[in-house]
C-alpha cells in the first residue's frame, strides 16, 4: 500500500477542445524553501489593504522620487504626492514617469510630455523667444508616448524617432541635435527606458541600443552589436526585471510571447500554457497590456496584466500564477504596484476605483475573502482504491476556521463532488487535514484543492495512499 506525493506546482486539466492544460495555481505563490515532506510549499499571494482613497479614476501609473523620497500617482487625470492631489493634468490615459533632481516627467495620452516641478504642471516645449541667446527653436514634439532618464537628460519617445532634452534646461530639446531614431527595423518604436548605460528604443518587431558619443552634434550613436530582434506589443508592456527588461512582444511575423531582452538576444520566460492565453488576444487587444515588476518575501515577481486577466511569474521557481479577486472569476484589481521605500511597504493602484492599498501577509483584499486554488497533475494508478489523502499545512494562524474543499477528478475535465476539511483553526496547532477514504479509480486520478478564507495560508506536501484493486 505505497503513498505517494502529488506535485501541486503544475497541475493538469483538460479544456474542451480535449487539449491537455497547464492548470495554473490561482493566487498562491511557490516557494522554493525546504517544507515538511517537500522541496517547496505554497502560500498565498498577498492581499490588499487600503491606504487612503481618492475621488474618481483609476490607477493610470506612478514612480517612486528617490530624490523627494515621494511616491507620485497618476490617478484618473489626478497627480497625486504622497496621497495628496497636487496638479490636474489635460489627460486621462496611462502615463509613463521618471524625474530628476528638479523635476518629475510623465507622459500624456494626448501625445504631450509634462513636468511637474513642485508647484506647477508645465509642457515640454521648443526654446520660446528670450529663452537663449540663440534665439527660438520650432522642433517637431508631438507625438509624444514614453519618456526615460539617462545621463542627465530627459528622452521622451515621439515616434518615428525620440527627442533629447537640453543640458541647461532639462523642460526643452537640445538647442543643436536633439532628435534621433531607430533605424534598424522598419517597425514602429513603441517603448524607451533605459537598461545600464544605454537609451533603448523598442520596436515592435526588434530593440536597438543607443550610447553617448560625447559630440554636441551627434549626442547619442546606435550600438548595432547589441540589437535585437525582437520587440513589444505596446508602450507599457515593458519593465525591469531580474537585472533586463521584460517584454510582451515577438520576432518579425511570430505570435507574441514574454521575453526577457537583451540576455542572449532575448530569454523566453512564458511557458506554452502562457502563450496559448496570449494567442487568444489579438495585436490590438494586446496593445492594453501592461507588465511591471515586484518583489515580495524574497521572490522576484512579474506582473502581466492583460485585457481580461492577470497573470504574474514567479522568478525563483519558474512558475505561472494567475490572480483573480473575489469569489469567482473576477479580473485581480491590483495595478502599479511600486515600493515605497519612505513607508516600508509595497503600494498598489486600482484597475476599478481610486482607492490606494498596500500588500499585507494576508490573503483578503480590501477586506475581503479570496479564493485559492491549487491542482495536482493527473497520476496513472491503474484499478485502486485511494485512502488517506493529506498535507502539511501550517494552522493556528487564522482568525477562524480555514476550510479546504477537494474534488477529485478522473480525466482533468469532470470533478467529483467536493469534500470539505479545515484546514487551520485559531490557536489549534495540531490540525491535520486528512481524507480518510477517497474511493476507486479505474486509470487515473487528480486532485483540485480550493480554499475561501481571509487569512494567510501555507500548503505542502500533499500525498495519498494507493491499494491496488
Not at 109 to 127: A, I, L, Q, R
Request: glycine content about 10%.
Amino acid at each position: 500500500m505505497p503513498v505517494i506525493s502529488l506535485p501541486l506546482i503544475k497541475g493538469k486539466e483538460v479544456d474542451k477542445s480535449a487539449d491537455y492544460r497547464d492548470f495554473l495555481p490561482v493566487n498562491m505563490l511557490p516557494i522554493s524553501d525546504g517544507a515538511p515532506n517537500a522541496d517547496g510549499y505554497f502560500t498565498n499571494h498577498p492581499g490588499i489593504e487600503q491606504i487612503y482613497a481618492g475621488t474618481t479614476g483609476t490607477s493610470n501609473g506612478g514612480t517612486f522620487n528617490v530624490v523627494e523620497n515621494a511616491m507620485y500617482r497618476m490617478i484618473g487625470n489626478k497627480l497625486i504626492k504622497n496621497g495628496a492631489q497636487v496638479a490636474v493634468t489635460e489627460s486621462i490615459g496611462r502615463s509613463e514617469f521618471a524625474h530628476s533632481s528638479l523635476t518629475t516627467a510623465f507622459t500624456g495620452s494626448n501625445g504631450k510630455g509634462y513636468y511637474w516641478d513642485g508647484v506647477t504642471v508645465t509642457e515640454f516645449k521648443n526654446w520660446q523667444p528670450g529663452e537663449s541667446a540663440q534665439g527660438p527653436t520650432n522642433y517637431d514634439l508631438s507625438g509624444v508616448i514614453d519618456v526615460t532618464r539617462n545621463k542627465s537628460r530627459y528622452i521622451w519617445l515621439a515616434p518615428p524617432g525620440f527627442i533629447v532634452t537640453d543640458l541647461q534646461n532639462e523642460q526643452r530639446p537640445d538647442f543643436v541635435a536633439p532628435i534621433y531614431s531607430a533605424e534598424s527595423d522598419v517597425d514602429d518604436n513603441v517603448a524607451i527606458t533605459t537598461w545600464r548605460d544605454y537609451v533603448v528604443v523598442i520596436g515592435r518587431n526588434s530593440t536597438e541600443f543607443f550610447r553617448l558619443t560625447g559630440d554636441a552634434g551627434q549626442i547619442y550613436a546606435s550600438q548595432p552589436s547589441l540589437t535585437t530582434p525582437f520587440g513589444c506589443i505596446a508602450t507599457h508592456a515593458k519593465c525591469h526585471f531580474l537585472g533586463g527588461i521584460a517584454v510582451l512582444g515577438s520576432p518579425r511575423n511570430m505570435p507574441p510571447t514574454i521575453t526577457l531582452i537583451p540576455e542572449n538576444g532575448g530569454q523566453k520566460l512564458s511557458s506554452p500554457e502562457i502563450d496559448k492565453i496570449l494567442q487568444t488576444y489579438n495585436d490590438n487587444t494586446l496593445q492594453n497590456t501592461v507588465l511591471e515588476a515586484a518583489k515580495w518575501k524574497g521572490s522576484d515577481i512579474l506582473y502581466v496584466h492583460l485585457p481580461l486577466e492577470t497573470i504574474c511569474y514567479i522568478a525563483q521557481t519558474q512558475t505561472w500564477v494567475r490572480l483573480k479577486s473575489g469569489l469567482g472569476n473576477a479580473r485581480w484589481s491590483g495595478i502599479d504596484m511600486i515600493y515605497n521605500a519612505q513607508a516600508g511597504y509595497v503600494e498598489c493602484g486600482d484597475k476599478a476605483s481610486a482607492r490606494v492599498g498596500k500588500l499585507i501577509s494576508e490573503g483578503a483584499q480590501y477586506g475581503v475573502e479570496q479564493e485559492f486554488y491549487l491542482q495536482t497533475p493527473l497520476v496513472k494508478v491503474g484499478k485502486s482504491c485511494v485512502y488517506d489523502l493529506s498535507i502539511d499545512s501550517v494552522s493556528g494562524f487564522a482568525n477562524k476556521a480555514v476550510q479546504m474543499s477537494v474534488s477529485a477528478t478522473e480525466n482533468g475535465y469532470t470533478y467529483s463532488a467536493e469534500y470539505t476539511t479545515e484546514i487551520s483553526t485559531p490557536l489549534d496547532y495540531t490540525t491535520l487535514p486528512i481524507m480518510r477514504r477517497i474511493g476507486g479509480t479505474r486509470d487515473k486520478i487528480g486532485f483540485r484543492l480550493r480554499m475561501v478564507t481571509a487569512d494567510e495560508i501555507n500548503i505542502s506536501g500533499f500525498n495519498v495512499r494507493i491499494e491496488n484493486g
